[in-house]
């Protein structure tokens, strides 16, 4: 009986038993708990795995990584060579070396250029521009060679000339236009007047002209230096200058109107554009061709004259002094004593049919009038291509011109002399009426006497007024 229940006894203990590892370790946590001691163990197994793992992996990694070779420092040096400007300096030195320092130089003290040596420099760039253009030259020639071997083609027909019909051609004959000068010299009408210049056309711009439009509507008088600008540029520029006047828009018959009081300068204005630009004046006023007026032909004959001689000798003036009696206005015609409405429709003629006759040709007509008022306004805007106003001289202009016309006769004003009271008493005067009176008062006598006797503004008390001018 001991036995068999041993043997019971046994079996049950061995059906108990766990069967794997696994199990003995599930029932040893769940019967019999860890120690301390233990669990520390068991952290300390598992962080020692963990970095035997991690060490694994970086010796992957570092074999997969390509070696890295110490570095070498002869790779690393970077080699360094002559700078630019060396080579530069090396090059100016051989070529020093070259040319220069053998060169005999004694005779050359001036240190004067090389001849030879300039041309040698210059002679590559002459040799190409030679070879372009001869290069040129030849291909020109190769065109012309084979347009040569085409057939030529048809000319056209230049167009037929048209024949101007010149007024009073038929008076003058076939004479020779140096001959027909001569006749217009003899009888006065080809004259040479006293020389002047566009300076003694004394006056400046008027400082005051803005401030008198804005105070007047009407337009302001042209200052002296305005004058003297527009007469330069649009008269003795293509007077003077035969590139200029082909330059300009209006290429026919240039013609001006110079109006204004008497003595206020026109006619030393046409003097000044006379003797500076060199041109032949051609006296046309009523006064200087009575001759030619008294003939019925006359007035065709003699316009054909001047017209055909201002053509030929350029640059030539056309001058025509009061135009007022030429071209009379209202009912009551001025200028039927002196004659001179008949050259009225022969002058129109001349200037209406010679207009390509005159295309770029430096010939000028300028007439002049202290009296407008009593011309045809109608026949004077057809006439002339511009109308230039002299005005009387402003407060500036009288005390310059005053001090001007003294100096010019040989007189002195002192720095105490009353000009600014005396360009003040005397407006309306013109520059003819200024030169009067100083003519009057210096006399050679009185100019001599200058140094003890001053000149003083009482003794111009006794000047001409402007009516007198």
């Known amino acids: 009986l001991g036995d068999v229940y041993k043997r019971q006894q046994y079996n049950e203990i061995y059906e108990k038993f766990p ?9 040893k946590e769940k019967i019999l708990p860890l120690t301390p001691e ?10 020692q795995k963990k970095k035997e793992k991690d060490k694994a992996k970086k010796q992957s990694t ?43 130089e004694s005779d050359n003290f001036s240190q004067k250029f090389d001849y030879e040596y300039a041309k040698d420099i210059v002679r590559p760039d002459v040799e190409e521009e030679i070879k372009k253009n001869v290069d040129e030259m030849i291909n020109c020639e190769l065109k012309l060679m084979k347009k040569g071997k085409q057939k030529p083609a048809k000319k056209p027909k230049p167009p037929k000339a ?46 005051m002209g803005s401030a008198l439009e804005k105070a007047d509507p009407m337009m302001a008088d042209p200052s002296m230096a305005q004058l003297r600008q527009i007469v330069l540029e649009y008269i003795a520029a293509p007077l003077g200058s035969k590139n200029i006047r082909q330059s300009l828009d209006k290429k026919n018959l240039l013609t001006y109107l110079f109006f204004g009081p008497a003595g206020t300068g026109k006619t030393m204005m046409v003097r000044a554009l006379a003797h500076e630009c060199n041109a032949l004046l051609i006296d046309l006023s009523p006064q200087n061709i009575k001759g030619y007026l008294q003939d019925g032909k006359g007035p065709e004959k003699l316009l054909y004259f001047a017209f055909t001689v201002a053509r030929e000798f350029q640059p030539a003036i056309i001058y025509i002094d009061e135009i007022h009696e030429v071209f009379p206005g209202g009912k009551k015609k001025t200028g039927n004593k002196s004659g001179a409405q008949k050259l009225k429709n022969h002058l129109l003629k001349h200037l209406k049919n010679q207009k390509e006759y005159f295309l770029n040709e430096r010939v000028v007509v300028i007439a002049c009038t202290n009296q407008p008022a009593q011309s045809n306004k109608k026949d004077m805007k057809s006439v002339f291509n511009k109308h230039i106003f002299f005005p009387l001289p402003d407060y500036g202009t009288r005390a310059l011109l005053f001090k001007t016309i003294v100096e010019k006769q040989g007189g002195r004003l002192l720095d105490t002399f009353p000009l600014g009271a005396l360009a003040y008493m005397t407006i309306g005067y013109t520059a003819g009426s200024f030169k009067k009176a100083i003519e009057k008062v210096l006399s050679k006598r009185r100019i001599e006497q200058i140094k003890d006797r001053p000149l003083k503004i009482c003794l111009l008390y006794t000047s001409p007024s402007p009516r007198d001018s």
């Open 19 to 27: 069967k794997d590892s696994e199990e003995l370790h599930y029932l």
């Open 38 to 47: 233990e669990i520390e163990a068991m952290k300390a197994e598992e962080e």
């Open 62 to 104: 570092a074999a997969k990584k390509p070696k890295k070779e110490p570095d070498d420092p002869k790779k690393n040096k970077v080699l360094k060579g002559p700078t630019e400007t060396l080579l530069k300096i090396n090059e100016k030195l051989e070529q020093y070396m070259k040319e220069w320092e053998t060169k005999d």
């Open 162 to 207: 048209k024949k101007i019909k010149i007024p009073g051609q038929s008076t003058g004959g076939n004479r020779p236009p140096l001959d027909l000068l001569a006749e217009l010299v003899e009888n006065g009408v080809v004259k040479k007047l006293l020389p002047a210049r566009l300076s003694d056309f004394v006056g400046d711009f008027n400082l």
